[in-house]
T-cell receptor, first 112, second 112 residues
Framework: GENVEQHPSTLSVQEGDSAVIKCTYSDSASNYFPWYKQELGKRPQLIIDIRSNVGEKKDQRIAVTLNKTAKHFSLHITETQPEDSAVYFCAATDTGRRALTFGSGTRLQVQP | EAEVAQSPRYKITEKSQAVAFWCDPISGHATLYWYRQILGQGPELLVQFQDESVVDDSQLPKDRFSAERLKGVDSTLKIQPAELGDSAMYLC??????????FGQGTRLTVV
């Protein structure tokens, strides 16, 4: 089955700095890679996703890049704000078949 | 905005007792997932339904856990008997085939 590894497990940045979270996946059949943000005690919520037919996707201050050859994808948050503080999870699946396999999460702390 | 509904939000039970969780997916979502999230970790799939059929229950501890989605709409996850190690957040999610998954608020289970 799919295995998703995520790094780092914790990340502390100053407000205004950029944050990068990296994930690798094992199954070359995976073609959909969402990122979820989970605030304390709340449900995971999708913040951005990318499909294997594109290499990069951007939505305001967040962007995701995908390298299919190396089987890794990354989340980039620019101009971080205190409200970005949360746990972020990457995930992977082959759409139409398997459920999402999640990484272990990254706790992002943005210091004001 | 449509949401995945789960109940109860919190459940405290004694070990060896039975416990059940309920999930009502977003209308029109044929795929339903139950995930278990241990504090500090990523969600792990327990069972995936497509309509009323089980697609994947390979990680479901079948000696004590059962799940059903009889009419292909709402679903129930049961644990009997509960063990201390079952304490976790139980998340239900739903999606259209090949589309993003939406999570419910979860049921936080504490086994004492």
């Amino acid at each position: 089955g799919e295995n998703v590894e995520q790094h780092p497990s914790t990340l502390s940045v100053q407000e205004g700095d950029s944050a990068v979270i990296k994930c690798t996946y094992s199954d070359s059949a995976s073609n959909y890679f969402p990122w979820y943000k989970q605030e304390l005690g709340k449900r995971p919520q999708l913040i951005i996703d990318i499909r294997s037919n594109v290499g990069e996707k951007k939505d305001q201050r967040i962007a995701v890049t995908l390298n299919k050859t190396a089987k890794h994808f990354s989340l980039h948050i620019t101009e971080t704000q205190p409200e970005d503080s949360a746990v972020y999870f990457c995930a992977a699946t082959d759409t139409g078949r398997r459920a999402l396999t999640f990484g272990s999460g990254t706790r992002l702390q943005v210091q004001p | 905005e449509a949401e995945v509904a789960q109940s109860p939000r919190y459940k405290i039970t004694e070990k060896s007792q039975a416990v059940a969780f309920w999930c009502d997916p977003i209308s029109g979502h044929a795929t339903l997932y139950w995930y278990r999230q241990i504090l500090g970790q990523g969600p792990e799939l327990l069972v995936q339904f497509q309509d009323e059929s089980v697609v994947d229950d390979s990680q479901l501890p079948k000696d004590r856990f059962s799940a059903e989605r009889l009419k292909g709409v709402d679903s129930t996850l049961k644990i009997q008997p509960a063990e201390l190690g079952d304490s976790a957040m139980y998340l239900c999610a739903s999606s259209r085939l090949g589309a993003e998954a939406f999570f419910g608020q979860g049921t936080r289970l504490t086994v004492v």
